[in-house]
């Protein structure tokens, strides 16, 4: 396989990068209300550049009902007074590029808070201006949908309007109107509260749910999935969304010109780049698809690797399925975002307990640093954060309120960042945090971590300032050595002209051996964590969720 890229020209800042996520309201509060702040990120900003991230990534912070914490948005272009306001974010800005920091935001195109003045308009009457801003239809039946589609958040895709005397389209929360964007002037309009954003000097957008923008406009039925094919993809597999094929609602060839359009916006605004969310049921063959040919997404993330599946097989079909879709695009990988279970919890289920959690943390780290492409690590997984354990009357998020106790929502991974270990609130917030702070966090501070060489955020530090001098792990092609036979022993490739890196990496709680190939060696001051070798140095023996580096050709450091 051929470089996605040019390497004698100079080389995109996106490429390989390390984006930071960070969720407003968990970071840090510094106003005394129990939710983050953007003074707060701006104040953790030397901290976040400690850790040798590129850049950072923030969750919406714009004016929002916060029906759905901020992915209903009222208003594109004014910061929410819950976060702050418009100078705070100019602050922020700054502070970040002053430490080489980006600073890509959230952008929420596919839809809109039911408060926001678009719909307000566009639901009183079906002429007025914005009647077709929002995805409107007819039922022959009025007690009846006008199709199959269904709402990631339960039921219906489709809501009743009484004052318009029509449904609307919402795939999330009722209150979560889809924009129509068959219709130009709300293509165009979305461009500009894009630009709004770009001009203020950010340097990326995240894209939400980027592959729901457009509907199917003959609004044809999803047809239903066998129950052997219903996977959450994200969602629980209990929630009726899986029981269907997702041909329909989402995903459309229509969807395409409007990612050229987007593309060529971001073009005049040289150093920029966007990130797809992309969740279809083929979606690493839509991520090749969004980001093929130069023309469209800069990157698209999808989540094959932000389901339950832990293993070296499946590690490896993800990557190798994206390289086979793929020309000249490029992923971003994700192991834990705000919207799934916190990775060391959900794939060490059946695997750690307090005495390796720390061994998986850092393992997980390594691993999808050896990823080709850029990759996104999401606040506190520099800690080891565990999934935090929220009780039903504590619950925020309507997704779980919707499907407990079969499916208990997101917050438990959204809860507060534990700075200090001697306070009930972890530091974050002189107020009572909107979410809690479970006491097994106080224990993984950063505070704490920091005076622990031998901690995980030491070690996710140490990592990443050592990958940053690493062409081959930036910026190589990928491939995974067949040669061996291990259930749980992933082997993974990276070559950059002559260069070669091979890491192994042992998923499972136990040892495992392998032989080296003629010519390989352990590569050196490359972190490694329970690698023992032999003394002609042919055979390596890797520690439960052990691994390590080796070479053929090395690269020098840049």
């Known amino acids: ?86 100078d705070d974010f100019s602050e922020l800005i700054n502070r970040a590029h002053a430490l080489n920091l980006k600073v890509m935001i959230d952008q929420v195109i596919s839809h809109t808070s039911d408060q926001h003045a678009w719909f307000i308009e566009s639901r009183q009457s079906t002429t007025n201006p914005k009647s ?14 006008p199709n199959n589609w269904l709402s990631i958040f339960g039921g219906s895709a489709w809501q009743w309007d009484t004052g318009r005397q029509q449904y609307y389209l919402h795939n999330f929360l009722r209150s979560q ?16 509260e894009m630009e709004f954003w770009l001009a203020q000097g950010v340097d990326g957008l995240r894209l939400d749910a980027i592959n729901y923008c457009y509907h199917d406009a003959h609004l044809r039925n999803n047809p239903e999935k066998p129950v052997g094919e219903r996977t959450g993809r994200g969602f629980s597999s209990d929630n009726p969304y899986a029981a269907q094929y997702h041909i329909y609602d989402n995903t459309q060839p229509e969807n395409l010109e409007f990612l050229e359009e987007l593309r060529a916006l971001l073009d005049r605004y040289p150093g920029t780049a966007a990130l797809g969310e992309i969740n279809s049921e083929n979606s690493l063959a839509t991520m090749a698809d ?14 094959e690797l932000l389901g339950d599946e832990f293993s070296a097989c499946h590690i490896r079909k993800t990557v190798e399925a994206f390289e086979q879709h793929v020309s000249d695009g490029w992923p971003c990988w994700a192991l834990s975002n705000h919207d799934v279970i916190r990775v060391v919890s959900r794939w060490g289920m059946d695997l750690v307990d ?39 009357h504590q619950l925020q998020d309507p997704f779980g309120i919707e499907f407990w106790p079969d499916f208990k929502g997101r917050d438990g991974c959204r809860t507060p960042m534990p700075w200090v270990s001697d306070d009930p609130f972890g530091g974050f917030s002189e107020a009572t945090p909107w979410l809690p702070i479970p006491p097994e966090h106080l224990y993984r501070s950063v505070a704490d971590q920091l005076q622990n060489k031998e901690s995980v955020l030491s070690f996710y530090r140490q990592f990443h300032h050592w990958r940053s001098t690493q062409a081959a792990l930036k910026y190589g092609n990928i491939s995974f050595p067949d040669v061996i036979a291990e259930r749980e022993l992933l082997t993974i490739e ?65």
């Open 177 to 192: 109107p889809d924009l129509n964007y068959h219709c130009s002037e709300v293509r165009a309009q979305i461009l500009s």
């Open 1 to 86: 396989m051929k470089n996605a890229f040019n390497l004698s020209a100079p080389i995109e800042w996106w490429r390989g990068a390390v984006i930071y996520q960070i969720y407003p309201r968990s970071l840090l509060d510094t106003n005394g209300t129990g939710v983050g702040d953007l003074r707060g990120i701006t104040k953790k900003l030397d901290y976040v550049a400690s850790l040798g991230v590129d850049a950072v990534w923030i969750s919406p912070f714009f004016q929002s009902p916060m029906e759905d914490f901020g992915y209903d948005i009222s208003d594109y272009r004014q910061v929410s007074p819950l976060f702050g306001s418009s």
């Open 494 to 558: 990276r070559t950059y002209g002559d260069a070669l890196i091979r890491g192994y990496f042992n998923l499972e709680n136990g040892t495992q051996t392998v032989t080296l190939p003629d010519g390989m060696r352990v590569l050196e001051h490359a972190p490694s964590q329970g690698c023992q070798t032999s003394k002609p140095g042919s055979q390596l023996t890797l520690e439960p969720f052990g691994f390590t580096y080796v070479v053929i050709n090395e690269a020098p450091a840049f």
């Open 132 to 145: 077709d801003w929002y995805v409107w239809a007819d039922s022959p039946h009025i007690d009846k949908p």
């Open 354 to 392: 307090d005495s390796n959690t720390d061994a998986l943390a850092k393992l997980l780290t390594v691993l999808l640093g050896t990823l080709r492409g850029t990759i996104c690590t999401y606040q506190g997984e520099e800690l080891g954060l565990t999934q935090a354990h929220i009780e039903q």
């Open 290 to 303: 969004y980001t093929q040919a130069n023309d469209r997404l800069h990157m698209g993330y999808s989540f």
